[in-house]
């Protein structure tokens, strides 16, 4: 998910009544909800190596007491460095660590809610989860964040009108309503995901049944991208919950065979990354207009798009000789958070 979304569910956490369990209650919370992204700085390294290192072992249940017991050492160093005296107001470390893990295990499963996932066991496995409920950016989510942040205020407001002189007042309750809410609208968002799932799963493709189906989000809860995995092709298709299934609506995007082009693109460290990551995969070999023989090789997710319009690609430019001339990875989008 967007950290901005991360923050805000790391302080209604707090708000709940955490933050009183040590001093800096808060700002743990909301530092510890964004925790695992310390990764981001994987990004330094180009797109390539963002994509094989965020959402790593940042991202793993094993790393969760490390992001914890960083988080915690991190606002005890703040302290320092603004001077504070600990014998005044000592964090109580064992409280402050116990919280902090709370923080990082609600990065974790806001992260599960949407098609990019997390890799939980790493480093003892590598394989991906995710529940593929929600878009990574969610208007949704914002707007009921929002009524969150904003209710209290307006409370207060209210209140100093009337002599009320209780700036938390409402915080915690709203809070409550905030995270339940968002909880149902995950749940909510997990059974029409289901149904998307089913109406794809129920049909035959170009005369096949699908070897696996999925559906991924947009911005309306009740359309989805729907996605069927034949033996030589994969199927996309629109499934909208309001009206009738069109099987007829479908796009195919059959599997290219595995050539010498395609085997040279596979040992470059674009592809690799990608490979790591790639759910949906799709080759797509072009020939280049030159004398020379050259092939462009492209491999892509089809969760984030399509080869008109991908999302997530490696491309290759291959000689006759099966040489890679050239190799790069893009993403054609928002980067995943």
Do not use: C
Request: proline share 6%.
């Amino acid at each position: 998910m967007d950290n901005i979304t991360h923050s805000l569910v790391g302080l209604f956490i707090a708000r709940t009544g955490f933050r009183e369990l040590t001093p800096r209650g808060t700002a743990i919370l909301v530092l510890a909800a964004n925790a695992p992204d310390f990764d981001v700085v994987s990004w330094l390294g180009g797109s390539a190596t963002y994509i094989e290192w965020h959402r790593h072992i940042t991202h793993s249940l094993i790393a969760m007491p490390v992001m914890a017991l960083l988080t915690v050492a991190l606002i005890r160093l703040a302290m320092v460095l603004q001077k504070k005296q600990p014998e005044q107001e000592p964090l109580r470390w064992r409280q402050a660590f116990l919280i902090a893990l709370l923080g990082v295990a609600s990065h974790l499963v806001l992260d599960l809610t949407n098609v990019y996932g997390v890799r939980l066991l790493l480093p003892f496995s590598g394989q991906w989860f995710h529940w593929d409920i929600t878009p990574v950016v969610d208007l949704a989510i914002w707007a009921i964040l929002l009524l969150g942040v904003a209710a209290p205020a307006l409370a207060r407001l209210v209140g100093s009108e009337i002599g009320e002189r209780r700036p938390q007042a409402g915080q915690g309750g709203w809070a409550v309503v905030a995270l339940l809410l968002l909880m149902g609208y995950d749940y909510g968002r997990s059974i029409l995901h289901d149904r998307a799932v089913e109406a794809v799963d129920r049909h035959r493709y170009n005369g096949l049944t699908p070897r696996r189906s999925g559906a991924f989000p947009t911005a309306n809860p009740l359309v989805w991208t729907g996605m069927a995995e034949l033996s030589n092709a994969y199927v996309q298709i629109p499934v909208d919950l309001r009206g009738s299934f069109h099987a007829s609506d479908a796009e195919t995007f059959y599997k290219a065979p595995r050539t010498g082009a395609i085997e040279a693109a596979l040992r470059t460290k674009e592809f690799q990354a990608l490979l790591q990551f790639v759910q949906y995969p799709i080759w797509v070999l072009d020939p280049v207009a030159d004398e020379r023989g050259n092939t462009r090789v492209r491999l892509i997710d089809l969760r984030f798009g399509n080869p008109r319009q991908p999302g997530f690609l490696a491309t290759a430019l291959v000689n006759g000789r099966d040489q890679v001339l050239e190799a790069q990875f893009g993403m054609s989008g928002t980067r995943p958070r």
